[in-house]
Nanobody
Framework: QVQLVESGGGLVQAGGSLRLSCAAS????????LGWFRQAPGKEREFVAA????????LYTDSVKGRFTLSRDNAKNTVYLQMNSLKPEDTAVYYC???????????????WGQGTQVTVSS
């Protein structure tokens, strides 16, 4: 099955930027969508953004619209989450996940990466 590896997390000041990467390997052809989720301490995992590999379509949660941008490199089987104007409330572990369709619910994604920590200081 598809394997996912996130990278690019780190510590930044409020207003700064980070670019997260999610590299997929294995049976990537069986998955059409790559989603990003995040989980902050004491909070449930929430949807951030997702992109469909086979269509020009993306989804974003309202809190990141205009600040976060998804892109993809199909040749590298990699998706990127460019995060600009970061806020302390963006602090969380960010996970990428693969699923058959573009969805917002975590249950619709069967394969998950290990997560990468994003910390935004005030």
């Amino acid at each position: 099955q598809v394997q996912l590896v996130e990278s690019g997390g780190g510590l930044v000041q409020a207003g700064g930027s980070l670019r997260l990467s999610c590299a997929a390997s294995g049976r990537i052809f069986s998955n059409s969508a790559l989603g990003w989720f995040r989980q902050a301490p004491g909070k449930e995992r929430e949807f951030v953004a997702a992109v469909d590999w086979r269509a020009l379509e993306t989804l974003y949660t309202d809190s990141v619209k205009g600040r976060f941008t998804l892109s993809r490199d199909n040749a590298k089987n990699t998706v990127y989450l460019q995060m600009n104007s970061l806020k302390p409330e963006d602090t969380a572990v960010y996970y990428c996940a693969a699923g058959p369709f573009l969805r917002r619910a975590s249950v619709d994604y069967a394969r998950w990466g290990q997560g990468t920590q994003v910390t935004v200081s005030s």
